[in-house]
């Protein structure tokens, strides 16, 4: 018979390359998109500043923008957001302020013709930020103790010789299956009675009552870039850059996910995760002014190749009705801590814009982005193998995405302008992977979103003091509906649903505001 259960708190740290804890596709991806962010100006015209140049976003989006300048700038750009995640009627916002741009750009006269200039800039943008807090209450039609028995399951059937027996899961003074290659899922439930042996080695829920779900996750975090930039013009035609980058990346998470079942009690699963590293990139562009009105760009972005450390950290506690053993006592199991390192490269982009000047009093924009998601990849640092099976999965289940971004500038008076813009993101899923919601999930963090597109509606103005100074203002609303899962579905062989992951729907939206403050000499 199994100990009087207490509560364990272990002393635990260590190091764990492989897939108990290996990063998945969801990660990946959240890691791989970013956001469409940049001054109050570009902003304003939906970031389609691709083919125009003489912005600090139009650097970041191609750097032959760098050439556009013709004297030297210093620019920094505050905002301020509220982030809206709503499920039916719970409604969760968190507020984010950040300096989201700071950069100069130097403007060095050449005494030739042909090459008139070259130029060097630094810039510092942030590429998104990952704050956000959803609240969900459901009844799904399965109980994540399906999900976790099917995955320990799944381990033994693929680990014939290291099997996950009663023995090894249970915890005990001498014996620390936290320690082991063991799925931590099936061990932080397996010590809570939530997850029993049927027949050998195979495990089924403890209960089969109807259940109902209550979901808490917060996410906080960044990626910052840091571009530095070089770019001339040919004639005053072709205008060239060079931009090569340095990503900075931090993300928390923490979720807290509850089941109450009708007679039986209930349990909490909680997890806590944080990541953080660098990586760097490269971006080449051109922008070709065929006349004085039309300006054609594109762009090319390397794939940013990511160091990454993750730090893992989960808890169950249980509150059974019907005690599963004589002395049964509720407990807390925490799990200790698991550090990962690995490898992450995103996508690399391409970006084709086209831009028209109307003298000194109309512009219009626009940029078209195509990425490959299929190629994300994980890594080790000795290439080992660990991440095959999930490269495998990026491949088959993300596509080829599109953002489109256009806007549009007035000059009103000499010195005020006004701007309008639109920007829309599209999901890289293919189609069968959206729909089912069976994605590969990693560690004990069983929770994920499947983002749907994403439209930005945006505006702003602009005020010039003098030759020096200037001011720009600009409103972007952000809109975005996405499927919440609180576990992955799972379809058997003949790839008919065998446990519903029964997602939420969840509506997302975001105001923010942005002043951009720039000094030109």
């Known amino acids: 018979?199994?100990?009087?259960?207490?509560?364990?708190?272990?002393?635990?740290?260590?190091?764990?390359?492989?897939?108990?804890?290996?990063?998945?596709?969801?990660?990946?991806?959240?890691?791989?998109?970013?956001?469409?962010?940049?001054?109050?100006?570009?902003?304003?015209?939906?970031?389609?500043?691709?083919?125009?140049?003489?912005?600090?976003?139009?650097?970041?989006?191609?750097?032959?923008?760098?050439?556009?300048?013709?004297?030297?700038?210093?620019?920094?750009?505050?905002?301020?957001?509220?982030?809206?995640?709503?499920?039916?009627?719970?409604?969760?916002?968190?507020?984010?302020?950040?300096?989201?741009?700071?950069?100069?750009?130097?403007?060095?006269?050449?005494?030739?013709?042909?090459?008139?200039?070259?130029?060097?800039?630094?810039?510092?943008?942030?590429?998104?930020?990952?704050?956000?807090?959803?609240?969900?209450?459901?009844?799904?039609?399965?109980?994540?103790?399906?999900?976790?028995?099917?995955?320990?399951?799944?381990?033994?059937?693929?680990?014939?010789?290291?099997?996950?027996?009663?023995?090894?899961?249970?915890?005990?003074?001498?014996?620390?299956?936290?320690a082991d290659s063991y799925p931590w899922l099936g061990v932080l439930a397996y010590n809570s009675y939530l997850i029993k042996e049927s027949t050998n080695n195979a495990y089924i829920p403890f209960t089969d009552e109807a259940v109902r779900n209550d979901l808490y996750l917060t996410e906080s975090g960044y990626i910052d870039n840091y571009d530095f930039t070089i770019g001339t013009t040919i004639n005053n035609k072709l205008n060239l850059g060079l931009a090569l980058s340095v990503s900075s990346l931090s993300y928390n998470l923490y979720s807290d996910y509850r089941e109450d079942f009708v007679n039986a009690g209930h349990y909490y699963l909680t997890n806590w995760m944080n990541t953080t590293g660098s990586g760097f990139s490269a971006k080449v562009g051109a922008i070709y002014r065929p006349i004085h009105e039309l300006r054609i760009g594109v762009a090319y972005h390397t794939s940013t190749w990511y160091s990454l450390t993750d730090m893992f950290s989960a808890e169950t506690t249980d509150e059974l009705s019907n005690a599963p053993v004589p002395d049964y006592k509720p407990a807390t199991i925490q799990s200790g801590t698991a550090t990962n390192y690995y490898n992450l490269t995103t996508p690399d982009k391409w970006v084709f814009s086209v831009a028209t000047v109307l003298g000194n009093r109309f512009i219009a924009s626009l940029d078209y982005e195509i990425t490959d998601y299929s190629k994300m990849k994980l890594s080790t640092s000795n290439d080992n193998g660990w991440y095959d099976p999930d490269n495998g999965y990026i491949s088959e289940d993300f596509k080829t995405a599109s953002t489109l971004r256009l806007g549009g500038e007035y000059r009103l008076t000499p010195k005020f302008s006004g701007r309008l813009g639109y920007a829309w993101i599209q999901n890289p899923y293919n189609s069968d992977f959206k729909e089912k919601g069976y994605a590969a999930v990693s560690g004990t963090n069983t929770v994920y979103r499947m983002e749907g597109n994403t439209s930005l509606y945006t505006g702003g103005i602009g005020y010039r003091f003098n030759a020096n100074f200037f001011l720009d203002v600009a409103l972007v609303y952000t809109t975005q509906k996405d499927d919440l899962y609180s576990f992955p579905s799972v379809y058997n062989d003949q790839n008919q649903l065998f446990i519903d992951g029964s997602p939420f729907s969840l509506d997302y939206s975001s105001w923010k505001g942005l002043v951009t403050l720039g000094y030109k000499f």
């Open 1 to 178: 018979m199994k100990m009087n259960k207490i509560t364990y708190t272990l002393l635990l740290f260590f190091v764990i390359s492989g897939s108990l804890f290996a990063q998945g596709e969801i990660e990946a991806y959240n890691f791989s998109r970013k956001n469409i962010s940049g001054t109050a100006r570009s902003m304003g015209m939906g970031g389609a500043f691709g083919a125009l140049g003489g912005d600090q976003t139009g650097i970041s989006i191609n750097p032959a923008g760098i050439a556009v300048y013709r004297s030297s700038e210093i620019v920094g750009t505050f905002d301020l957001s509220n982030n809206t995640s709503k499920v039916g009627n719970l409604k969760e916002s968190v507020t984010d302020r950040a300096l989201s741009n700071l950069g100069f750009v130097g403007y060095f006269p050449l005494r030739s013709d042909a090459v008139p200039l070259v130029n060097f800039g630094f810039t510092h943008h942030r590429q998104k930020s990952f704050s956000r807090k959803i609240s969900a209450v459901g009844a799904p039609n399965n109980s994540l103790l399906y999900y976790i028995a099917d995955r320990v399951n799944k381990y033994n059937d693929e680990n014939p010789n290291h099997l996950a027996t009663p023995e090894k899961l249970w915890k005990t003074e001498d014996y620390n299956p936290f």
